[in-house]
């Protein structure tokens, strides 16, 4: 069983707030990633870190933020929530070798 | 760049049909191809991987080839069950270097009645 966790598991918030998604992991792994996924199933990168103080963009543009302060630790901001952002975020993570990547139950996030 | 692309759902069947769901991928060099599960309101799991080519992975059931020749990973389960129901990702990572990022698929809905 994977030992990652993502917390809310459901948030409906209101238009211009701020919100973080908690994304932790206790596997030791340096890697982390997240991924928002549409309606229609599809997952795209938006996030990841190679390490503690390592992040980058991923595949798709998004108006969220991450920071990596702590190995085990990898939360997502929104500065400003907006009804487009209404999507799951799933966090996951991934060893040394790359070979398997962990993910979280996810967040759906509802912005009203 | 790099490319993942699964069969179009939604595939229904009844219990202990057989299951093909196919996936063919582009990609430069010798990537890890693998097969991931999403049962409702979860995350991802991994079901199963193969790293070089003529690997066969198998889990639950479930197998799939990594076929160099014709760049395809086509997941297959001979007698399928209710529980099975879920969506499944074909994705690739890329070898070497330190890209560890993966590629996905659209995914595939899968129902399975009984």
């Known amino acids: 069983e994977a030992d990652i966790y993502q917390t809310p598991r459901y948030l409906v918030i209101g238009t211009g707030k701020k919100i973080t998604l908690e994304c932790s992991q206790t596997?030791?792994?340096?890697?982390m990633y997240w991924y928002q996924q549409d309606p229609g199933m599809e997952l795209h990168l938006i996030h990841y870190?190679?390490?503690?103080?390592?992040?980058e963009k991923g595949d798709l543009s998004s108006e969220s933020t991450v920071s990596r302060i702590r190995t085990e630790h990898f939360p997502l901001t929104l500065e400003s929530a907006r009804p487009s952002h209404t999507s799951q975020y799933l966090c996951?993570?991934?060893?040394?070798?790359?070979?398997?990547?962990?993910f979280g139950q996810g967040t759906r996030l509802t912005v009203v | 760049g790099d490319s993942v692309t699964q069969m179009e759902g939604p595939v229904t069947l009844s219990e202990e049909a057989f299951l093909t769901i196919n996936c063919t991928y582009t990609a430069t060099g010798y990537p890890s191809l693998f097969w991931y599960v999403q049962y409702p309101g979860e995350g991802l799991q991994l079901l199963l991987k193969a790293t070089k080519a003529d690997d066969k992975g198998s889990n639950k059931g479930f197998e799939a080839t990594y076929r160099k020749e014709t760049t395809s990973f086509h997941l297959e389960k001979g007698s399928v069950q209710v529980s099975d129901s879920a969506v499944y990702f074909c994705a690739l990572r890329r070898s070497g270097g330190s890209n560890y990022k993966l590629t996905f698929g659209k995914g595939t809905l899968l129902t399975v009645n009984p």
């Open positions: 996951a993570s991934s060893d040394l070798t790359g070979t398997e990547a962990f």
């Open positions: 870190s190679y390490g503690v103080n390592s992040t």
């Open positions: 596997m030791g792994h340096d890697k």
